[in-house]
Antibody, heavy 125, light 111 residues
Framework: EVQLVESGGGLVQPGGSLRLSCAAS????????MHWVRQAPGKGLEHVSS????????YSVNSVKGRFTISRDNYKNTLYLQMGSLRAEDMAVYYC??????????????????WGKGTTVTVSS | QTVVTQEPSFSVSPGGTVTLTCALS?????????PSWYQQTPGQAPRTLIY???IRSSGVPDRFSGSILGNKAALTITGAQADDESDYYC???????????FGGGTKLTVL
């Protein structure tokens, strides 16, 4: 069964740090680009960060650039999000998502096809 | 700033048909933005319904369909059922600068 399981969320003070992890199973992790998407309480989805299958082309949305770093370990089948200088507006459920498969010679459709259940980050003093 | 707009709420009768839309603050939505649609019920993770405008994700019933209507992406639910009552989000790929943007979501009520 294809599965993504996030962990590492919790309560952190403003200005603090957290590292989120996303453990992948049931598929060849190293073949897929991966994403972090967050959802603030009562709000919509927001794309936060993405990384290519080989760990290249890391991208982060402007609001977290310089504070969050996405990375992956293809040997451990795990995606990470290192979060620093946390602010109240970073409080959200953070979802790990797999991008639909693409490879050299096959089309890329730019969508998320598998989602984890999410991990909650609370920023409060 | 790129803003993707969806109807905040919509209502449909059981068995009825409803079309939700996804618009860009500046310009038209086209297939080049690879519109995708996601369904989310409270407390749950999103579920992928449609990608690349009109391709149904695995296991999604054929009562869900995607299209471009005028200058917007659209999700049509034909023969709405009670368990279609959810929040629906569109996603657009904006290119190498902005990458992915989601709409604000539409809360669909079936009654």
């Amino acid at each position: 069964e294809v599965q993504l399981v996030e962990s590492g969320g919790g309560l952190v003070q403003p200005g603090g740090s957290l590292r989120l992890s996303c453990a992948a199973s049931g598929f060849t992790f190293s073949n897929y680009a991966m994403h972090w998407v967050r959802q603030a309480p009562g709000k919509g989805l927001e794309h936060v960060s993405s990384i290519a299958s080989d760990g290249g082309s890391p991208y982060s949305v402007n609001s977290v650039k310089g504070r969050f770093t996405i990375s992956r370990d293809n040997y451990k089948n795990t995606l990470y999000l290192q979060m620093g200088s946390l602010r109240a507006e970073d409080m959200a459920v953070y979802y790990c998502a797999r991008e639909g498969y693409y490879a050299w010679g096959s089309p890329r459709y730019y969508y998320m096809d598998v989602w984890g259940k999410g991990t909650t980050v609370t920023v409060s003093s | 700033q790129t803003v993707v707009t969806q109807e905040p709420s919509f209502s449909v009768s059981p068995g009825g048909t409803v079309t939700l839309t996804c618009a860009l603050s500046s310009g038209s939505v086209s297939t080049s933005y690879y519109p995708s649609w996601y369904q989310q019920t409270p407390g749950q993770a999103p579920r992928t319904l449609i990608y690349s405008t009109n391709i149904r994700s695995s296991g999604v019933p054929d009562r869900f369909s995607g299209s471009i209507l005028g200058n917007k992406a659209a999700l049509t639910i034909t023969g709405a059922q009670a368990d279609d009552e959810s929040d629906y989000y569109c996603g657009l790929y904006m290119g190498s600068g902005i990458h992915w943007v989601f709409g604000g979501g539409t809360k669909l009520t079936v009654l």
